[in-house]
């Protein structure tokens, strides 16, 4: 019999009515001659109102607490919704991530699963249960719990189908699939029917906020098939595999955009080494992630160092740069929180050279300004004015045949 | 050094205030030089909360899915009173029950303490920290989360005394000790220094709430010194223990009583073997607890059967009984919830056999008719008139010198 492990987010598991809706889901698949794992997220808000009681008994609170804390939230899941599941007939248990063998790391708060102890799931499955287990979370040699960080359970669930070996790894979320650009922006997006492990990361990390990256890494060691689909309807999402059966003459799957990006630029950088290790040195220090990097060279003796970062770290960054351009010697640094971030992704680039500039000539025909060029093997990204985001976006969905020629595109 | 274990129960750790008071009490018991070893209960309603939920997912949760819900309120509540300890600079960790190495059978919801690994516990302490330890709960041999049922909390800190062999076991409460009667009732009831285990089972099991009955019988057994007091203030309070040293000559140590008894009386029941065991054993197996029992014979072959339990119960062995009256051929059942159980309790009674005399003299002073009677080694117990109760208690507290001559009379 297959095993299939699905994943259910925080607000699919909202109240007591979305968990019977899930219940009804797990079953219908458990009965449709499946092996069933379900993992579960924390219900709704409640690990906010949870971080908001620990900020309430300590500024400062350690991690490995918070961990022991914020791993209730799951813990309340798997229970009701096997309660939920109990009372439509099936047998069923919950288990908490120890329970059932998620072994981590001991970094607190943002723990790696390290390994799988799966005889006890193995066990509960042969005894034709379904298994409910806990996402996020895992515990350590010294059996301390530790949580994955954010989008853990999307981990959860994808290591759990590679320790299962499990026919396919559901994602169930509140978007159909995965959209060659986000659907809220552009009306008439195509949902893909599949993508590689890699335009996914891409995706991911450019803002598509639909699988967590390091799951999707996840997936690509370990060959799981993961699909992603709406926990509203039944209809087939986006798988993420391999080989990109379908496609894989696509040569741009995605456009992804963000507009928290925040461009810095540092006039008049001295020119000799070190430099620019002093700089990013400096912020990866403070924890700032620093996102796209360009060295402009003038004339001269002096450049300028362009490059961007999240907008939620702009004001600590711009306090640091401040120091830092006393110590190099540098005249000015300015931020600029008015740019949006435009990217193409697809594992087909590699070998199609003329993509940059066909992306480029689209947006020239926009007459919108290119400002920032970054490029990886299967992925370019330029920033451009934030007011011109959406225009760049909606051209390059046409310029490279990603919007869905269907009723969609009349809303 | 002296290891003490501390217990707060759910009013103590309502909110973060009063998490942080706790803190604070739990710091100053480690800065006095002690190995501290802290256990706290669910916050203040959050346990009511979670039953509410199950209720919504499920009419009938299964019980092993309802301590997997339940355990989660002691794990909110140890991260978040080891984080205001944290906060106030004393090194401190957290443990689950599993973690702390509490070992229980399998009977889900009311599961008992088999044995208690402390090697976790003891390596904590041996570095220096406070250990929080999550009360009511346990773990099966089998990896299942359990809960020890209503008041395990008190019964998880007697049973971690027992284990580390700790000087003693302080259960922190929102009254001051234990009382010769209700103080609610009796404003000049006396706080009682010292009383042995025997004395507080029988109070305990007579409707005083302040120790869970399966706490004393474990600390009765394992010898384990329990210090019962009020976490608002520094006083001394009431000190359970084998040998109750200050007043072992004292015959009597309190009144008890209980307004939520009913009373059955069964009519013309044949007198033959095995009437007794139909009609208790029926009840048994509707698992309702029957407390007093009295059979009064007459003359010729018909008796009346009487007993007691409580008023929850009573619509459902009304029910049962006239079924059995028919099984057995009696005449008729009734049944008076218009009366109160008044009992004595005391060790020193069994070398005392005036007691019960004087008991039922003083009550007749009062012109207060006994209905029933029942006697233990160590307690008495009448059923009287409801409206008789309070003027029964008083009376005894007088007749047995059980009141406290000080200012509290005058209120």
Known sequence: MSIIVQKFGGSSVADAECIKRVANRVVETKRKGHQVVTVV???????????????????????????????????????????????????????TGPQ????????????????ITSSRLEKELDEGKIVIVAGF??????????????????????????????EICEIYTDVDGVYTTDPRLVKNAKKLNTITYDEMLELASLGAQVLQPRSVEFGKIHKVKIHVRSS?????????????????????????????????????????????????????????????IVQISREGSLNDITFTLDRDQMEEALRVMKEVIVKIGA?????????????????????????????????????INIELISTSE????????????EKAVRKLIDKFDLAEDSIKSIE
Do not use: W
């Open 331 to 367: 005249k000015d640094v300015t931020c600029d929180d008015d740019v949006a971030k435009v990217s193409i992704v697809g594992a087909g680039m590699i070998t199609n050279f003329g993509v940059a500039a066909d992306m480029f000539d689209a947006l020239a025909e926009e007459k």
């Open 232 to 292: 509203f309807n039944h209809e087939e999402g986006t798988i993420v595999q391999e080989v990109s059966d379908m496609e894989n003459d696509i040569v741009v799957s995605g456009v992804a955009f963000d507009k928290k990006s925040v461009r810095f630029t540092v006039y008049d950088v001295p020119d000799r080494p070190g430099v620019a290790k002093d700089i990013f040195k400096t912020l990866a220090d403070k924890s700032i992630n620093v996102d796209m």
């Open 41 to 95: 997220s924390a219900m709704g808000d409640s690990t906010d109102h949870l971080i908001d009681l620990a900020k309430q008994v300590s500024k400062n609170p350690s991690v490995r607490e918070m961990d022991m804390l914020l791993s209730t939230g799951e813990q309340v899941s798997i229970s009701l919704l096997a309660m939920a599941i109990h009372a439509l007939g099936e047998p069923v248990i919950s288990l």
């Open 137 to 166: 979370q895992g515990i350590t040699i010294d059996n301390d719990i530790t949580t994955l960080g954010r989008g853990g359970s999307d981990t959860t669930a994808v290591a759990l189908a590679a320790a299962l070996k499990a």
């Open 100 to 115: 059932a063998g998620i072994k981590t790391d001991g970094v607190f708060s943002k723990a790696r699963i390290m390994d």
């Open 378 to 389: 299967i992925k370019i990204s330029v920033l451009v004015r934030k007011d011109q985001c």
